[in-house]
């Protein structure tokens, strides 16, 4: 699977930003797909992320209600709506997808990642 992600910049804070993802390749075995966010010296974190099957979507708590994933199969992409940004919601946006392949080897895929910086 290789992913693209698209739709970083400057903002300010309060406003509102959108992150697409575009997936290309056999999505054969992948469970989930996500993003995750990570600043200098800091591990990357969880955002937000979306089941294959159902669409479940999960979120970290200092998101929930601002950032909305969502996925379009007929587009291959993914987006992450990202609503009343905050200068502490600034890092580099990774895209993820995750899952087992033949024999349960784990698959795990990450985008090259998009820069979103949020002023106060």
């Known amino acids: 699977v290789r992913l693209a992600e698209s739709g970083g910049g400057l903002v300010r804070a309060g406003d509102s930003l959108t992150l697409s993802c575009e997936y290309s390749?056999?999505?054969?075995?992948?469970?989930?797909m996500g993003w995750y966010r990570q600043t200098p010296g800091t591990q990357r974190e969880r955002v937000a992320s979306?089941?294959?099957?159902?669409?479940?979507?999960t979120y970290a708590e200092s998101v929930k209600g601002r950032f909305t994933v969502s996925r379009d199969d007929s587009k291959n992409t993914m987006t992450l709506q990202m609503l009343n940004l905050k200068p502490e919601d600034t890092a580099v946006y990774y895209c993820?997808?995750?899952?087992?392949?033949?024999?349960?080897?784990?698959?795990?895929?990450w985008g090259q990642g998009t820069q979103v910086t949020v002023s106060s």
């Open positions: 979306i089941t294959t099957g159902g669409g479940t979507t």
């Open positions: 993820n997808a995750w899952g087992y392949g033949p024999l349960k080897t784990e698959l795990d895929y």
């Open positions: 390749g056999s999505t054969i075995g992948i469970l989930a």
